[in-house]
Structures are given as C-alpha cells and as structure tokens.
C-alpha cells in the first residue's frame, strides 16, 4: 500500500535514445526515459523531503533533484511506468520511520563471563613460555 501521492505534472519526463545492442532501430527511435523529480519544489511532507535529500542516492543531485535513467524496455510507455516505479520505490523507502536505537548495558552476569574468559586465556598464554628446570 503506497503511502505517497505523486502528482504526474511534478515529475518531468523526457526522451532519449538507450545505449546498447538493439540493432537498426536503437539509432533512430528514442525509446529510453529520463525522468527528473525536483525534490525542493514537490508536494511532499517536510519530513519526507529531509530524508530524501540526506540519502547518499547516486540518483540524486547537489541541487535536489532525482534523475531516474529506465531503458530497460522496447517502448517508451514500458520505460515510462518502469521510472515512475523506481522513483515511487525510491519514494515508498523513506516513508518508514528509523528505529531509534537504545543503548543498553552489557548484565554483570556477561561482565563476569567476559572477565573469566580474558583471565583464562592469560593463564594459557603465559604457560607458553620456556620450560625451566
């Protein structure tokens, strides 16, 4: 279930020829998609454009915006849903909110255990030495 409501005329959509094999047709037919969203001058939530712009997403530019590549494809219409896919899954991954993590403290029990394996291995180590008579 999408939590995200994206509005068609934020996300600006242009044609380009794809790379690759693809024979006669890949030089004349601009099947591939590049799909820019401008992350600054959407409708999202405060909250939701904070976290965008934190990801380290190669997608993203310094200016704010999400450049999405999709030539995986034949048609452009294919290409077209597949990148707006990828920018809602882009989208859907900063929904979630980041479990805070709580430091907690190690039991004396553990402590204990801990202390008795570190003093035990000295023991060993230290009757590695050479044999005296």
Do not use: C, W
């Amino acid at each position: 279930m999408s939590r995200i409501v994206l509005n068609e005329n934020e996300v600006e959509f242009s044609a380009i020829r794809a790379q690759g094999a693809g024979g006669q047709n890949v030089n004349k037919v601009s099947s591939a998609v590049h799909l820019r969203f401008d992350i600054r001058a959407s409708s999202l939530l405060d909250i939701y454009k904070q976290r965008l712009l934190a990801l380290s997403d190669s997608r993203i530019t310094k200016d704010g915006v999400i450049v999405i590549k999709a030539q995986q494809h034949r048609t452009q219409e294919k290409n077209r849903e597949d990148g707006m896919a990828r920018l809602l899954a882009l989208l859907e991954s900063v929904t979630h909110e980041p479990v805070v993590r709580r430091a907690t403290k190690p039991t004396r029990a553990s402590q204990r255990r801990r202390m008795d394996g570190k003093s035990h291995r000295g023991e060993i180590k230290s009757l590695r030495g050479k044999v005296s008579d």
